[in-house]
């Protein structure tokens, strides 16, 4: 009789940081509909088009969070780490204070999840 195996539970690190690029993901994507609306209203004077180019920002900001959660699901936690940080600065600048927070926290959780990985395993 053949037991199916299961998969490998995932370290608590890309646990946690799965969480925290799920929740900056869901915050940019909030700030970003909220700042593309205010930009519509705002476009009948030229003010408008500031809050539309931040809204958009988190708009991709969200997007690209889901890509790095794809990434730490299938276990590619160097290309999430190196995505990370791009999208961490990009949303410093434009897409929030909090935002760029949250994915610096996770970010910082690479290093530890990147040293679990790779050390070896100690013989019982």
């Known amino acids: 009789m053949a037991f199916a195996t299961r998969p490998a539970a995932p370290p608590p690190e890309a646990e946690s940081i799965r969480s925290l690029t799920r929740i900056a ?3 940019a994507l909030v700030f970003g509909i909220i700042l593309i609306l205010v ?3 705002a476009l009948i004077i030229i003010v408008g088009i500031i809050p539309l180019i931040f809204g958009i920002v988190d708009i991709i900001i ?3 969070c889901n890509e790095i959660i794809r990434l730490v699901d299938e276990g590619d936690y160097r290309r999430a780490k190196e995505k990370t940080l791009v999208w961490m600065v990009i949303g410093f600048i434009l897409g929030g204070l909090i ?3 949250l994915l610096l ?3 910082l959780r ?3 999840l990147l040293r679990r990985v790779q050390a070896p395993a100690t013989p019982v």
Do not use: E, Q, R, S
Request: hydrophobic fraction near 45%; glycine fraction near 16%.
């Open 39 to 41: 930009g519509v209203f």
């Open 110 to 112: 690479y290093d530890d």
């Open 62 to 64: 969200y997007t690209n």
């Open 25 to 27: 993901g869901i915050l």
């Open 99 to 101: 935002v760029g927070i």
């Open 105 to 107: 926290v996770a970010y």
